[in-house]
């Protein structure tokens, strides 16, 4: 480093002496001059003590000179770096503060500190005579070896560097400049406080030097609670250069601390993560991965949660997903293929958290794309079958089948329902639950494939055979699993009834609001899946309007299936004869059923049919009897106004003047119906269109056609 020399001020005299080719001047002998005698002796305490003096006497003014002021500095910094280059530290220190040196100069002399915070090229101000008497030595080291030298050679053997003594009198001078430096440096931070904004403490060139050099010292010296005191406070540290010292010194907290502050958040992120993983170890940080989380939380940085979501899943798996879901959430849309390819990422590093990412995406984030309604669909038969691999849980499911099939509870209670309230809580219970509401949910994933993934478990997964059975469309094979396996008449009634769901709305959300499953229970009812509805109120959105030829059609198998299921037939029958009567046809009934049954099983159901025929027969009366009502109102009018616009009615033409060849008289033909005239005058924008009245009339009195015959029911 270069220094900008300062001139010192000359001494003032009073007194000249002219001469004929010369003038002298008596002139007092100057502090400057005094000092320096002094200190060319090596009478350095004296030349301390006439410094004091000197100080004492400018402090007693009222306003010191500028100049005086200036002389006084120039004399401690001569004291103080004679005193630094005899290795006399702390009177070096005290004397450099009091002449308020640039501390760069004095940083100079320690390269560990210093590192490349300046170089040759930048300059200091400082006085001539001060720069000329400067250590020549480029380190503090460099110049307690050469004193020791000096001092102890050849005296000392095998040498100074190398006997005991002088190696223990070096340790000692090293701490002893460490020390003064150290006081000198936070005297200068102190002294930004009382400068003004152009003072050379608030220079920001010096803040860097002083704060650098002071956060360097702390961290070689193990002093914790002083470097973390330096970081935490506003500081002017420059992070290149004491990044390797805090590394070294494993001072990962301090490091920690100013990336967040000079805001290298890669940096910052990369130091928790080898703490987390142990590869580094601070006492002062706890809980890396908590400030991880914390920070890649509020930063809300896509790209960041991305990158450290996928690190995380395979530490901390809860947290990960709640970034990679945050980081997902902010995506209004987002394509398939991406986040297929980020649920392969997460499946690399953790499978389980994988299979929740998935959950995510198909329940919450509503995917509509096929494959990831496939893995789901896929994933949940596989924790299903594993948990039939235990024997326990299989000897259980096939026990709750049993007593279910032999309570009267199967006759008004869906085996789900009755499975979910009976089964001891668990989390084989759970996996159950949820793959039966997806595989009833889901529309997109392939039920043929799962299908075949259940035929040798079909006994004891006889719910779910008859789920995918629906889906498949083989509604008589699904009917037939529900009514003679599971012996779950509601849930074949309600099959029929919704045209092929066996799990209906109500009884998914009631599972859903019990068991805590709302993003699995919304699949069947539709509902948002974070929403918590009570039990009960099923979305209008979900309600769906069924084929009625369809309804009639599974109506007519599960006819079939409940007359061919043995001794509770008749009973089973009866019941839905009496709830779903008025959608079947009597006829196809009475020709199903067996002729050995009593009649009574099928009493009801007939006298509502006839009921409900002599009240179709009825309601075609009066219908009749108000159309020939209308009729003649209509005739009225009409003759009204056709006599008052002058129209001629012709009279019948009699039989003998109709020709044989079945020609129409020319007159004849001219004639038009006066009311159809009419009609058509008074709304020429109606169409006409063709009833059948035949047909009409025989829908209306409950006509039947049997075997060719019509059938009246009266």
């Given at each position: 480093?270069?220094?900008?020399?300062?001139?010192?001020?000359?001494?003032r005299s009073s007194i000249l002496v002219l001469g004929s080719n010369y003038i002298q001047s008596l002139l007092p002998a100057t502090l400057i001059s005094q000092i320096e005698s002094l200190l060319e002796s090596h009478r350095i305490a004296e030349a301390n003590d006439l410094?004091?003096?000197?100080?004492?006497?400018?402090?007693?003014?009222?306003?010191?000179?500028?100049?005086?002021?200036?002389?006084?500095?120039?004399?401690?910094?001569?004291?103080?770096?004679?005193?630094?280059?005899?290795?006399?530290?702390?009177?070096?220190?005290?004397?450099?503060?009091?002449?308020?040196?640039?501390?760069?100069?004095?940083?100079?002399?320690?390269?560990?500190?210093?590192?490349?915070?300046?170089?040759?090229?930048?300059?200091?101000?400082?006085?001539?005579?001060?720069?000329?008497?400067?250590?020549?030595?480029?380190?503090?080291?460099?110049?307690?070896?050469?004193?020791?030298?000096?001092?102890?050679?050849?005296?000392?053997?095998?040498?100074?560097?190398?006997?005991?003594?002088?190696?223990?009198?070096?340790?000692?001078?090293?701490?002893?400049?460490?020390?003064?430096?150290?006081?000198?440096?936070?005297?200068?931070?102190?002294?930004?406080?009382?400068?003004?904004?152009?003072?050379?403490?608030?220079?920001?060139?010096?803040?860097?030097?002083?704060?650098?050099?002071?956060?360097?010292?702390?961290?070689?010296?193990?002093?914790?609670?002083?470097?973390?005191s330096l970081v935490e406070e506003q500081n002017d540290v420059v992070l290149s250069e004491i990044e390797d010292t805090l590394i070294k010194s494993k001072n990962y907290s301090a490091l920690c601390r100013l990336f967040s502050q000079r805001g290298e958040e890669a940096k910052l992120l990369n130091a928790w993560s080898r703490l987390a993983d142990g590869v580094w170890s601070d006492?002062?940080?706890?809980?890396?991965?908590?400030?991880?989380?914390?920070?890649?939380?509020?930063?809300?940085?896509?790209?960041?949660?991305?990158?450290?979501?996928?690190?995380?899943?395979?530490?901390?798996?809860?947290?990960?997903?709640?970034?990679?879901?945050?980081?997902?959430?902010?995506?209004?849309?987002?394509?398939?293929?991406?986040?297929?390819?980020?649920?392969?990422?997460?499946?690399?590093?953790?499978?389980?958290?994988?299979?929740?990412?998935?959950?995510?995406?198909?329940?919450?984030?509503?995917?509509?794309?096929?494959?990831?309604?496939?893995?789901?669909?896929?994933?949940?038969?596989?924790?299903?079958?594993?948990?039939?691999?235990?024997?326990?849980?299989?000897?259980?499911?096939?026990?709750?089948?049993?007593?279910?099939?032999?309570?009267?509870?199967?006759?008004?209670?869906?085996?789900?329902?009755?499975?979910?309230?009976?089964?001891?809580?668990?989390?084989?219970?759970?996996?159950?639950?949820?793959?039966?509401?997806?595989?009833?949910?889901?529309?997109?994933?392939?039920?043929?494939?799962?299908?075949?993934?259940?035929?040798?478990?079909?006994?004891?997964?006889?719910?779910?055979?008859?789920?995918?059975?629906?889906?498949?469309?083989?509604?008589?094979?699904?009917?037939?699993?529900?009514?003679?396996?599971?012996?779950?008449?509601?849930?074949?009634?309600?099959?029929?009834?919704?045209?092929?769901?066996?799990?209906?709305?109500?009884?998914?959300?009631?599972?859903?609001?019990?068991?805590?499953?709302?993003?699995?229970?919304?699949?069947?009812?539709?509902?948002?899946?974070?929403?918590?509805?009570?039990?009960?109120?099923?979305?209008?959105?979900?309600?769906?309007?069924?084929?009625?030829?369809?309804?009639?059609?599974?109506?007519?198998?599960?006819?079939?299936?409940?007359?061919?299921?043995?001794?509770?037939?008749?009973?089973?029958?009866?019941?839905?004869?009496?709830?779903?009567?008025?959608?079947?046809?009597?006829?196809?009934?009475?020709?199903?059923?067996?002729?050995?049954?009593?009649?009574?099983?099928?009493?009801?159901?007939?006298?509502?049919?006839?009921?409900?025929?002599?009240?179709?027969?009825?309601?075609?009366?009066?219908?009749?009897?108000?159309?020939?009502?209308?009729?003649?109102?209509?005739?009225?009018?009409?003759?009204?106004?056709?006599?008052?616009?002058?129209?001629?009615?012709?009279?019948?033409?009699?039989?003998?003047?109709?020709?044989?060849?079945?020609?129409?008289?020319?007159?004849?033909?001219?004639?038009?119906?006066?009311?159809?005239?009419?009609?058509?005058?008074?709304?020429?924008?109606?169409?006409?269109?063709?009833?059948?009245?035949?047909?009409?009339?025989?829908?209306?009195?409950?006509?039947?056609?049997?075997?060719?015959?019509?059938?009246?029911?009266?």
């Amino acid at each position: 480093m270069s220094t900008s020399v300062r001139t010192s001020t000359f001494p003032r005299s009073s007194i000249l002496v002219l001469g004929s080719n010369y003038i002298q001047s008596l002139l007092p002998a100057t502090l400057i001059s005094q000092i320096e005698s002094l200190l060319e002796s090596h009478r350095i305490a004296e030349a301390n003590d006439l410094a004091e003096q000197q100080r004492r006497k400018l402090q007693a003014q009222l306003s010191a000179d500028a100049d005086e002021a200036d002389e006084l500095r120039y004399v401690f910094q001569r004291i103080g770096f004679q005193c630094l280059s005899e290795t006399l530290f702390e009177d070096a220190g005290r004397n450099l503060m009091a002449g308020e040196v640039d501390p760069r100069a004095v940083v100079s002399y320690f390269p560990e500190y210093r590192g490349s915070l300046f170089g040759p090229e930048d300059s200091i101000d400082m006085f001539t005579g001060v720069a000329d008497h400067l250590p020549e030595h480029d380190s503090v080291h460099d110049i307690i070896v050469q004193n020791l030298v000096r001092n102890y050679s050849p005296h000392l053997k095998p040498n100074t560097r190398e006997a005991p003594p002088t190696v223990e009198l070096k340790k000692i001078l090293v701490s002893e400049a460490q020390t003064m430096l150290e006081t000198l440096l936070g005297m200068w931070r102190r002294k930004r406080k009382t400068d003004g904004i152009q003072g050379l403490a608030n220079r920001e060139d010096v803040r860097k030097v002083v704060d650098t050099a002071l956060g360097k010292l702390f961290a070689l010296q193990d002093r914790r609670s002083e470097l973390q005191s330096l970081v935490e406070e506003q500081n002017d540290v420059v992070l290149s250069e004491i990044e390797d010292t805090l590394i070294k010194s494993k001072n990962y907290s301090a490091l920690c601390r100013l990336f967040s502050q000079r805001g290298e958040e890669a940096k910052l992120l990369n130091a928790w993560s080898r703490l987390a993983d142990g590869v580094w170890s601070d006492p002062d940080i706890k809980d890396p991965l908590s400030s991880m989380f914390a920070f890649l939380s509020e930063k809300r940085d896509r790209a960041l949660s991305y990158n450290w979501g996928l690190w995380f899943t395979k530490r901390d798996p809860e947290r990960g997903l709640k970034l990679l879901m945050a980081a997902r959430e902010g995506k209004r849309t987002g394509k398939a293929e991406e986040d297929l390819a980020l649920l392969q990422k997460i499946r690399d590093v953790n499978p389980n958290a994988a299979l929740q990412f998935l959950e995510y995406l198909v329940l919450q984030r509503r995917s509509s794309d096929r494959e990831m309604h496939m893995q789901l669909a896929s994933s949940c038969v596989d924790q299903l079958l594993a948990c039939l691999s235990d024997e326990a849980t299989e000897r259980l499911w096939r026990a709750k089948a049993s007593s279910y099939a032999s309570s009267a509870s199967s006759a008004t209670t869906p085996f789900l329902t009755y499975f979910a309230s009976t089964t001891p809580d668990s989390e084989h219970k759970r996996v159950r639950l949820k793959t039966v509401l997806f595989l009833q949910g889901s529309t997109l994933y392939n039920p043929e494939l799962i299908r075949h993934r259940l035929v040798d478990h079909e006994k004891n997964l006889a719910l779910e055979t008859a789920i995918l059975d629906g889906k498949l469309g083989q509604h008589r094979s699904a009917l037939t699993t529900l009514v003679q396996s599971l012996r779950d008449s509601p849930s074949a009634e309600a099959y029929c009834t919704l045209g092929g769901e066996v799990i209906n709305a109500r009884i998914a959300q009631a599972v859903g609001e019990s068991y805590d499953l709302h993003p699995w229970a919304a699949l069947v009812t539709g509902a948002n899946s974070k929403s918590s509805n009570k039990v009960g109120a099923v979305p209008l959105g979900r309600l769906k309007t069924v084929d009625a030829q369809l309804k009639k059609s599974l109506l007519r198998i599960l006819l079939e299936v409940y007359m061919s299921s043995g001794d509770s037939a008749p009973d089973r029958t009866a019941r839905l004869l009496n709830s779903q009567g008025m959608n079947l046809n009597v006829v196809d009934v009475i020709s199903l059923v067996p002729p050995d049954w009593p009649v009574h099983v099928l009493s009801t159901f007939l006298a509502r049919s006839f009921r409900r025929s002599l009240h179709c027969q009825h309601e075609g009366q009066i219908f009749k009897a108000i159309s020939l009502g209308q009729n003649l109102e209509v005739m009225e009018r009409t003759w009204l106004v056709l006599r008052e616009q002058g129209a001629v009615v012709e009279e019948a033409m009699d039989d003998d003047d109709d020709s044989d060849d079945g020609e129409v008289d020319e007159k004849a033909e001219g004639l038009l119906d006066e009311k159809t005239t009419l009609q058509l005058e008074e709304h020429p924008t109606h169409d006409v269109a063709d009833i059948d009245i035949d047909e009409a009339v025989n829908q209306h009195l409950g006509v039947h056609s049997v075997d060719g015959r019509d059938l009246d029911v009266r």
